[in-house]
């Protein structure tokens, strides 16, 4: 299994940057898609959370974050506006797998850095 994150980098505070997961979970249709986030110092923070059905679940700012997700693609992504620097931190996406019954997240992401800075 392998998820696979990208599309963070460097952005000036009120830009827009879209992540991107690649999961080999199969079937995809099985999984929940989570983002989560880890600042310097802090502890991991649900961010965003999406089912098969597109059933969605935030954590943080709904306004400014939006997940969604292409089945056809095995991929789940996370469109984040008006950036703010506390917005600074690891990015990871997640899979959960609701054949199991778990509430835990067995998948995980390496992580994609999102820096939000002048």
């Known amino acids: 299994v392998q998820l696979q994150a990208s599309g963070g980098g460097l952005v000036q505070p009120g830009g827009s940057l879209t992540l991107s997961c690649a999961a080999s979970?199969?079937?995809?249709?099985?999984?929940?898609m989570g983002w989560f986030r880890q600042a310097v110092g802090e502890e991991r923070e649900f961010v965003a959370a999406?089912?098969?059905?597109?059933?969605r679940s935030y954590g943080v700012d709904s306004v400014r974050f939006a997940i969604s997700r292409d089945n056809a693609k095995n991929t789940v992504y996370l469109q984040m506006n008006s950036l703010k620097p506390e917005d600074t931190a690891v990015y990871y996406c997640?899979?959960?797998?609701?054949?199991?019954?778990?509430?835990?997240?067995?998948?995980w992401g390496q992580g994609t850095q999102v820096t939000v800075s002048s």
């Open positions: 999406i089912g098969w059905s597109g059933d």
């Open positions: 997640a899979a959960r797998d609701t054949s199991s019954g778990s509430s835990r997240y067995g998948y």
């Open positions: 979970v199969k079937p995809f249709s099985s999984y929940v």
